[in-house]
């Protein structure tokens, strides 16, 4: 079969600017949208898998393995772990168990961290007087804080201090993740180093920013352990995070997770439940499966929609010229060979509309911040998400032209050269 | 009064190069079938030049489309250089169409957004031959129908005479059998009219082609070797014409 030359295809396209650009625009928004969505899911599964480190083994209290933050263990028990377990990771004579605490609070900063100082003072001042600036205060955002020691630094592997310094305890100090300005929806600059942050109705200064890429770390704010278990008047930890050196059969050195398993059995009166790392946050990200669904649902819902609309754009463009259809198959040129031309028309305007909004995804949405309860995560749009958008927007022009055209094509050759 | 099975068959030696056998056509027009052409019959030599002529719904432009092959017969044979087009396939038939038709149309009918050049070449896409040759025919065509200076102009920067130059060269660079116009002066001023049926005729008579066309023009039909006339899909006869055409005398007491 021969076909139409391609400078046909190409030179249709600027028969109508109009036209064009609604079918560029359309294909670029539906092509966005997957980009977004595509990279929202990749993101959020990507931080949640990435924050488990590889040999990382946590343990919660018996009955709260769902959730961290519900855990309690006794505050003595990480001594106990780090004496008694043996093929926990050590250097320089330091175990690498790091106690935690993790809890969600509200936290203040800039504008509303001053407002809510300023009408402590106010409140002071005036004594007993009208207590309607404090009513008024603005609530915080919940972040995660993580009461940590300086073992964390080294059980944590992904996380390292990018600005200042470790933060020392009973001076109200914090360090701040890359992602926590997001978190809390202010600019950077009013988390730098130096600012304060309001928390439990007291300033604590920054001293300093880490980064952990790639995970939900980097959306908390991380305060010493015992400073955090001070504020939020509690005496237990939430979890213990080990680091085992792997197994070496030759050596008979190191420990898997199953020795850590075997400890928490032999020793019921410590009311311990090992996970490991990867696998706590891989529950966490199936707990998050159905927000992806409805992330990919509503992707392919508005898709559909910019489908209709393609084919309406389509259907217009290709009415339009039913004669000179006729006329080409008058010529000699079999339908198929006249469809095809259709087809490579309007993939040409998707994709083009999809290379658009991949530039777009690339250089404006990769990497963007976006909030979830879990804290925050960077939009992850990957070579699979842009093949994917490409594909969609192939997939726009392909199935947006194929009715149209056969319905332009319908009409025998006699009555599309009578067509206006 | 007109008649059916009317031989219209010519007295060559060979073959003629089309023949309609009972060729008819009908359609479907909501409950109504109408037919447009009514079991015709008719010869049509090599290099005969045949004018068509008929009031609206005579069945001229139906004939013409069935003999170009873009639209095919409801009964009847139509026989074209020996083959049978009538039971081609879809397919084949464009495939036919391609090699042995021309077709030049009323509003000439050239892609906008191809040049006059392009629009010469794109019957031959549909042939297999190298760019020079290609190329090559293209510029003969042009030159033939006097437009060679248009190779890059786009059909809204011609005249509607140059534009149906460029339509008659898209009809003749493949060397067809049969050219067919429909109408091909209709949207012409008189002048232009004039020109392209001159160049028709000429390119008839040099190239050795058969032209068909479909025309109300009289003076169009003139260049015509043979004229034929249509009423309600049947032809008529030339002495019926002839005694309908005669001035009524009145009759003596």
């Not at chain 1, 207590?131 to 919940?142: D, H, W």
């Not at chain 1, 059995?265 to 669904?293: C, H, Q, S, W």
Request: net charge neutral; charged share 20%; proline share 5%.
């Amino acid at each position: 079969m021969r076909l139409l030359p391609f400078a046909y295809a190409v030179r249709n396209l600027g028969r109508s600017p109009s036209r064009l650009f609604l079918s560029v625009a359309g294909a670029a928004m539906v092509v966005l949208l997957i980009l977004v969505a595509g990279g929202f899911v990749n993101g959020m599964s990507r931080a949640l898998r990435a924050t488990g480190g590889e040999h990382n083994v946590i343990l919660m209290g018996a009955g709260s393995e769902e959730s961290v933050e519900r855990s309690e263990i006794e505050a003595g028990v990480p001594g106990v772990l780090a004496a008694s377990v043996a093929g926990v990771r050590t250097r320089a004579g330091v175990a690498y168990v790091s106690p935690e605490v993790h809890v969600m609070l509200p936290v203040r900063v800039g504008a509303a961290a001053r407002t809510t100082t300023q009408s402590s003072g106010e409140q002071a001042a005036a004594a007993q007087g009208s207590n309607t600036a404090s009513m008024s205060k603005p609530k915080g955002r919940q972040v995660m804080m993580r009461g940590v020691t300086p073992t964390a630094a080294l059980v944590h592997e992904s996380v390292s201090l990018t600005e200042g310094r470790w933060p020392v305890s009973g001076a109200d100090e914090v360090l701040v993740g890359r992602m926590a300005a997001t978190v809390l929806g202010v600019a950077e600059i009013d988390v730098q180093v130096g600012k304060a942050v309001m928390i439990d109705g007291r300033p604590w200064e920054v001293v300093g920013r880490f980064s952990a890429p790639g995970t939900v770390v980097e959306a908390e704010v991380w305060l010493p352990l015992a400073d955090l278990m001070t504020a939020t008047k509690r005496e237990t930890i939430s979890c213990v995070v080990l680091t085992l050196d792997p197994y070496n059969e030759e050596t008979g050195e190191g420990a898997d997770f199953g020795d850590i398993a075997a400890f928490t059995k032999t020793r019921p009166d410590l009311e311990l439940v090992p996970m490991t790392e990867r696998e706590y946050y891989g529950k966490l990200a199936n707990f998050f499966g159905p927000i992806k669904i409805v992330a990919w649902v509503t992707a392919g819902l508005i898709a559909v929609g910019g489908l209709f609309g393609g084919l309406n754009t389509m259907y217009a463009a290709f009415a339009s010229r039913i004669r000179e259809l006729g006329t080409l198959q008058s010529i000699g040129y079999r339908r198929l060979a006249i469809v095809w031309s259709m087809i490579q028309e309007s993939t040409l305007a998707t994709a083009a509309g999809g290379l658009i909004a991949c530039a777009v995804g690339v250089f404006m949405l990769d990497g963007l911040a976006v909030r979830f309860s879990m804290g925050a995560f960077g939009l992850m749009i990957d070579e699979t998400v842009i093949g994917l958008g490409l594909l969609t927007g192939l997939a726009l022009g392909v199935v947006g032209a194929l009715p149209p055209a056969i319905r332009c094509l319908k009409p025998t050759i006699p009555v599309a050269l009578k067509a206006v | 009064m007109t008649t059916n099975h009317t031989n219209h068959r010519t007295n060559s030696s060979g073959p003629p190069l089309i023949q309609c056998r009972r060729l008819t056509k009908t359609y479907k027009k909501g409950d109504n079938t109408i037919t447009p052409l009514q079991e015709l019959d008719l010869d049509v030599p090599t290099g005969d030049f045949l004018a068509l002529m008929g009031p609206s719904g005579s069945g001229k432009t139906t004939l013409l489309n069935l003999i170009a092959g873009i639209d095919r017969p409801s009964g009847g044979n139509l026989i074209i250089g020996g083959t049978d087009i009538s039971t081609l396939s879809r397919s084949k038939l464009a495939d036919w169409r391609s090699v042995n038709v021309g077709y030049v149309f009323q509003l000439y009918n050239l892609v906008p957004v191809l040049t006059a050049y392009e629009n010469v070449e794109l019957p031959l896409l549909l042939h297999s031959m190298s760019a020079k040759d290609r190329h090559e025919k293209v510029q003969t065509a042009m030159q033939l129908v006097g437009i060679a200076d248009r190779h890059d102009h786009y059909p809204r920067q011609l005249s509607g005479g140059q534009e149906q130059r460029v339509a008659i060269a898209r009809a003749i660079v493949t060397d067809p059998t049969i050219i067919v116009g429909d109408e091909p002066t209709g949207d012409l001023d008189q002048e232009s009219a004039q020109a392209i049926m001159d160049l028709m005729v000429q390119l008839c008579e040099d190239l050795g082609k058969t032209l068909i066309i479909v025309t109300h023009d009289a003076k169009s039909a003139a260049y015509a070797k043979r004229t034929l006339h249509l009423e309600k899909g049947r032809l008529i006869e030339a002495a019926v014409l002839a005694a309908r055409r005669a001035p009524l005398v009145p009759q003596e007491a």
